[in-house]
């Protein structure tokens, strides 16, 4: 999850999101160059009086900030382009569960084998106990195997939402009558939270993901549990 | 006796010959210096999290914590 005063990305738990977080720091990079000529450029210009009344034409320069700005984003297409295509990769998912989103709670369908489906609220924040995060737990999370490829399939049952989970580097828009998908592969245990990322009403903001990994002998178990208390 | 004539052409040529490739200087330098201190550091935190990284003793002190719903501490 985020924590205060954080300004960059939240620590990646899938391999798409840690390559995101390269490319990032690649493309960050390049605006930093930029950003520092300009700026020098423009210091350099206001503190003259100096200027060229005369000049008409000059192909020279022309040709040099055509050039350059056309090899930079080049060099930006080409880690973009192939991040695009990791992420489409077949992958053969081991596990395939629809979320839905609904206003203003999500449910997770299990279907592959037996038939799960259960919804997920936020606790309200009266409710958390202590070492709980505000707005961002939920009763039931979605818990999938880890190191395992799991596909998600998104919609919605009302109005647009969107399915986001930012360390795991996925979001995906909820339409209704539309089946969105995504998939991941988790790289390590844990408990990923998320929030809805397309505003779909007065409670947009307390409708927020949980994804938990574990095990996949311990997800065994829990979806037992759960079928058996269905 | 006079004074010799002063440069009067060629003064703004003059001052973007000195200042534009300082200005190229200091943006390869600040670009290399993100690239030093925050990308490359980057990559190497993941390389070197995951080279040691032994999933299940973490997740067992995760799930003794009791982050986990799914999984209880052993002791519940």
Known sequence: MAHPSQLGFQDAASPVMEELLHFHDHTLMIVFLISTLVLYIIVAMVTTKLTNKFILDSQEIEIIWTLLPALILILIALPSLRILYLMDEINDPHLTIKAMGHQWYWSYEYTDYEDLGFDSYMIPTQDLTPGQFRLLETDHRMVIPVESPVRVLVSADDVLHSWAVPSLGIKMDAVPGRLNQTAFITSRPGVFYGQCSEICGANHSFMPIVVEAVPLEHFENWSSLMLEDA | ?76
């Open chain 2, 1 to 76: 006796m006079s004074l010799p004539k002063p440069v009067m052409r060629g003064l703004l040529a003059k001052r973007l010959r000195f200042h534009l490739p300082i200005a190229f200087t200091l943006a390869i330098t600040a670009a290399i210096a993100f690239k030093f201190t925050v990308t490359e550091p980057r990559k190497k935190a993941y390389a070197d999290f995951y080279k040691q990284y032994d999933a299940v003793k973490e997740f067992n002190a995760m799930r003794e914590a009791g982050i986990f719903e799914s999984v209880r501490p052993s002791g519940e």
